[in-house]
């Protein structure tokens, strides 16, 4: 039985990166519907960039009540699209800084339970802090938690 969506989620990012992510996170956990990216390249402007952050947010708003949007930095055009964008809406939620390990992380529990945004996101810094790991010959030196 198909769940109805409560959380749609938005993949942002400089250049490719998007879509390596959702194409990994796919090879991981299977289909993920609901989830879209907008892929910012060298010859768009930032109204571009924002039109196609609305078009992918309107789109997914049809099936969702939430939208979480995921963007690789802090200061980069993607970024600066979503946080427009949110602080247009009252459905909306930026993540900066994303990787494989959270979006296989939220993307799983979105799909297997009924949470909110913020809901969801709680524990998000355990999970980002102990995805990070540095290693050497001499063993591991680094970890998040």
Excluded at 59 to 81: M, Q, R, W, Y
Excluded at 121 to 137: C, F, V, W
Aim: proline fraction near 2%.
């Amino acid at each position: 039985m198909m769940m109805e969506c409560n959380i749609g989620i938005l993949l942002a990012s400089h250049g490719e990166y998007c879509h390596g992510a959702k194409n990994s996170l796919e090879m991981i956990i299977g289909d993920c519907p609901d989830l879209l990216c907008v892929s910012v390249t060298p010859s768009m402007n930032n109204e571009d960039v924002q039109v196609q952050m609305r078009e992918a947010y309107e789109l997914l708003k049809k099936e969702c009540s939430e939208v979480l949007i995921f963007t690789d930095l802090l200061c980069g055009s993607p970024n600066h699209a979503a946080v427009r964008l949110m602080m247009s809406r009252e459905d909306i939620t930026v993540v900066t800084g994303y990787n494989l390990a959270i979006l296989v992380e939220l993307v799983n529990r979105r799909n297997t339970s009924d949470l909110k945004v913020q809901e969801l996101l709680n524990g998000i810094e355990d999970t980002l802090a102990s995805s990070l790991r540095i290693m050497t010959k001499e063993g591991e030196w680094y970890h998040g938690n």
